[in-house]
């Protein structure tokens, strides 16, 4: 069974461009959380997705912002980038067996490295 | 405001030792408790998974034990070896600000030497 696959792997960007991100989940997951790690915050929760609707989400601005497809495949957005995004952005998956998958096991992709020049 | 914390921050010791990773909480009010993996420039990799209402959770060569009344977990693991060199993480599944997230300590990392 494949694994959670994160595309791109590396990400160049500009100040001010926008840039999307794409989260293919284990097959048959239908639970989708995404995840920013930096040196200097750690690991953050950004937002989850469970059945293409947001049913979770972290202390992060609006120009943060996702989406989920049927297919339970995941796309995160970042609009007006700024040099504090640069990080590594993680994505993990999860059964999604209810609504509510506290005690779920989450298997996380190899993540995006976004740099902002 | 649920904040995790790990100690030591970084550890080095030779092959063969055992050795313990610490975790704790400042909010016992926790759905769930993880200690996860990762390897430089990778993904992280889920260990073990301790439910509140548990104890413990064992998986090889790894132990992980919860007190939520004492908002302590601590992650043993015995018999290192130089593959399990990377940093860990542990991370309280809590619900905050009207949503359910799991938060992460800064991390352990790890480096077991021949």
């Known amino acids: 069974k494949a694994g959670v696959t994160q595309t791109p792997r590396y990400l160049i960007k500009t100040r001010g461009q926008q840039v999307t991100l794409s989260c293919s989940p284990i097959?048959?997951?239908?639970?989708v959380s995404w995840y920013q790690q930096t040196p200097g915050q750690g690991l953050q929760f950004l937002f989850e997705?469970?059945?293409?609707?947001?049913?979770n989400k972290g202390n992060f601005p609006g120009r943060f912002s996702g989406r989920q497809f049927s297919n339970s495949r995941s796309e995160m957005n970042v609009s007006t980038l700024e040099l504090g995004d640069s990080a590594l952005y993680l994505c993990?998956?999860?059964?999604?067996?209810?609504?509510?998958?506290?005690?779920?096991?989450?298997?996380f992709g190899s993540g995006t490295q976004l740099s902002v020049l | 405001k649920q904040e995790v914390t790990q100690i030591p921050a970084a550890l080095s010791v030779p092959e063969g030792e055992n050795l313990v990773l610490n975790c704790s909480f400042t909010?016992?009010?926790?759905?769930?408790l993880q200690w996860f993996r990762q390897d430089p420039g990778k993904g992280l990799t889920s260990l073990l998974l301790i439910q509140s209402s548990q104890r413990e959770q064992t998986s090889g060569r790894l132990n992980a034990s919860l007190d939520k009344s004492s908002g302590r977990s601590t992650l043993y693991i015995a018999a290192s070896q130089p593959g399990d060199s990377a940093t860990y993480l542990c991370?309280?599944?809590?619900?905050?600000?009207?949503?359910?997230?799991?938060?992460f300590g800064a991390g352990t990392r790890l480096a077991v030497h021949p």
């Open positions: 997705y469970f059945s293409e609707t947001q049913r």
């Open positions: 993990a998956s999860s059964l999604g067996q209810t609504l509510v998958a506290t005690n779920e096991k989450l298997f």
């Open positions: 909010d016992s009010a926790i759905y769930n």
């Open positions: 991370a309280v599944r809590t619900f905050s600000g009207g949503y359910n997230k799991l938060i």
């Open positions: 097959s048959g997951h239908r639970s």
